[in-house]
C-alpha cells in the first residue's frame, strides 16, 4: 500500500474528503490552520463545499445546518476557538446530529500559548456545552491513526446520530509522518427519517429542533439519548495495552503523549522494572473494561499527561479506586520526556 509523508493536521483533512466530508467550515487559529488550509484546495475540487466563517460561533452553527440535510460536516480548530463553538455543539448534541469536530489542543487557559497541550480533556469528555449529553471523543497517537480516526468519528457520528471529536494536540497535527490511506468503505446510513433535505410534497416535513417547551418531552428526549450513550458504552470503548501482562506498575497516557510513555516503559523494563501502559483510544466512552484487564497484576498506576491532571480522575473511577493512582504531568505547552517519566517511575518503583 503507497504511503505518503504528510504533516498530521493535512493528513486529518484528506481523510475527511476520502470519508466524505462534504461540507467543511472553519477558522484560522493555531496550531490546526493547516487543516482549514488544505480544505481550502481541496474540497471544491472533491465536489464538496470548503468556507472560512467570520468566526468560531458562525462556523459550527453552518455545521448544524449542514448536518441537518444529512450530509457529512465537519469543523476543526484549537483550544480557545472550541470553546467558543461549544453552545453550537450542544445544540447538534441536542438535535441528534452527526458531525465531526477536530481540537488541536493548545496550551491555555485564555489564549495560552500555541504549543502542544492536553488541557481540553475535562472540556471534551465532561463538558463540552451546556446540559445533559456526551459526544464521542477519539484520541489518536500517531498521523496514521489521526486518518484512521476521521473515518471512524464519521462513521460512528452517523451510526449513534450525535457529534464526535478527534481531541488531537499541536505536536500530532505539526509533526509528518508516512501515512496510508486504505480504500475507505464508509458506512452507509439511512438518514432519509429524519433529514431535512426537501421533500418535495412526497412525505411529512422533517423538522430539526432542540427546543422542547414542555419539561416532560425534554426529559423524555433526555433519557432517549442516555439509553442510546449505555448501548455505545457497552460497544465502543478501546484502547491500547502495552507490556501489561506482569506489570508492577502501570502507566496510563493518550495521544502524543503516550508515545514518550511507551519508551519510558521500555527504559524501565531494561532496568528491571515491570512497566506497562494504558492508551485509551476513545476518551468517551473510556476504556473501563480494559483498564481493568490492564492493571490486574499492577500494585499501582502512574497517570502522565500534558496537563495538570485531568484524565486522571477518570483513572481513579475506572477501577473503584483500588489501587494506588500517582501523576506526574507537564503544562504550558512543555512536553515530558522519557528521562522525567523514567525518574518518576524509579521514585514509586512499582511499590505499594
Known sequence: MERNLMKGNEALAEAAIRAGCKCFFGYPITPQTELAAYMSKRMHKAGGVFLQAESEIAAINMVLGAASTGVRAMTSSSS?????KSEGISYLAGSDLPAVIINVQRGGPGLGGIQPSQADYWQATKALGHGDFHILVYAPASVQEM?????KSFDRADKYRMPAMILADGLLGQMMEPVSFPE???EAYDKSSWAANGHQNKREHHIINSLYLKPDELQTSVYERFERYEKIKADET?????????CDILLCAYGATARVVKSAVNSAREIGIK???????????FPVKEINEACKSAKCLLDVEMSMGQMIDDVKLAINCSKPVHFFGRTGGIIPTPAEILEEIKKIG???
Open 350 to 352: 512499582g511499590a505499594e
Open 184 to 186: 475507505i468503505n464508509a
Open 147 to 151: 486518518v484512521d480516526m476521521v473515518v
Open 80 to 84: 480557545p476557538g472550541v470553546s467558543l
Open 238 to 246: 478501546d484502547a491500547e495495552l502495552y507490556l501489561t501482562e506482569d
Open 275 to 285: 512497566a506497562g501502559m494504558f492508551r485509551p483510544k476513545t476518551l468517551w466512552p
